[in-house]
């Protein structure tokens, strides 16, 4: 491979750093639900949902192509670029991580790579028709489409299920919910292993070790489905804490719907090469699960900060790739010092998260507060059907005559 360069090599392993973190914060897409229902144990769950996500990096190129060939101008970005948009996507998926926030690591490396590139070359080599058709617009409409979608799965699920056994049909939404969520980890291994892909054949292209056009080499597409499976496997507590317990309480019908619909939803977005967030049509489908079954809430005070945090992404993951940017622009010892502040960076939110440990012996062990919302709906009871009068008396004067006295006998009700 000719001019390999070291800040290439720095970029590279960076790049394969974020697959990593978009591997263990995301693993809650695929497998929350199944954990939260009982379906699976959590470390067969996250074993299951890596094996399959290496899977999945195999199965297509077309996200990675609007990375590496749509989103921004391959002209005049330097590797340097690259390696700052990574700054900016890591430590946002290490935050939202800390917090137990399931944001968007796609986003995140989208905003990373959209603000490193405009410090650098300024907001003409980013491509706006590009960042609205296949970025901004797939981020609002497929949580709303994958919503309602399972919304409508889980009350046609709950229809064919109601007049046979409970325990038969728990089994066989579970086992249902099982492939399901085998379908969801194929489906991020399509999509979110190949944003990695496409970054790192971004910056292959800029360092001048490949064509401009080229497709990713065969072993960058192996090199980043190891490193997203290896970061599922590790499994990312805290957020499936969050997604299976604190969005809304499933039950095996609604976990087999909203799975399934995040599924499709991310297998046709792959196939048309939108850069879709997994983590947005997963929460959108668990809500719209949530809300499908008769008596189901979804606690919308968690679903708010999950909702503030997609808002936040794009922006803060750019400002940060802007300001690593600015740095790097300084020369050699600028990235330099860029790269000891994201290793000091990890290392700080790793030790704060040993205050409080999350992991696959506690993980469905706490559930998330409902919201306040959801407790005032809960505290507005109707009255009980029928008479009632046990512990409810009152005293009602009996008539008497205007100028009589109010001391006359009481009626007990």
Sequence with gaps: MENFSLILAIVVVTALAFDFTNGFHDTANAMATTISTGALKPKIAVTMSAALNL?????????????????????GIRPEVIFAALVGAILWNLVTWLVGLPSSSSHALMGGLIGATVASAGFGAVHGDVLVTKVLLPAVAAPVVAGLAAMLATRLSYGIGKNADDNATRKGFRAGQIASAGLVSLAHGTNDAQKTMGIITLALIAGGSIAPGSNPPTWVILSAGLAIALGTYIGGWRIIRTMGKGLTDLQPQQGFA??????????????????LSTTHVVSGSVMGAGLGRKGGTVRWSTATRMMI??????????????????VTDLGDWG????????????????????????????VVGTEEPAGVVTTAIAAVTPPPAGPVTDGLTATIPSPAAPAAPATGPATTV
């Design 55 to 75: 899977v999945g990096a195999f199965l297509s190129v077309e996200v990675a192509n609007t990375i590496s060939k749509g989103l921004v101008d391959e002209n």
């Design 258 to 275: 909203a799975q399934t619909s995040a599924a499709t939803a991310i297998l046709a977005s792959s196939h048309l090469g939108f850069s």
């Design 309 to 326: 945090a997609w808002v936040l992404t794009l922006p803060a993951a750019a400002l940060v790739g802007a300001l690593a940017e600015s």
């Design 335 to 362: 990235t330099a010092l860029v790269a000891v502040f994201l290793v000091a960076a990890s290392a700080t939110i790793w030790k704060l998260s040993r205050r409080e440990v999350v992991d696959s012996s506690n």
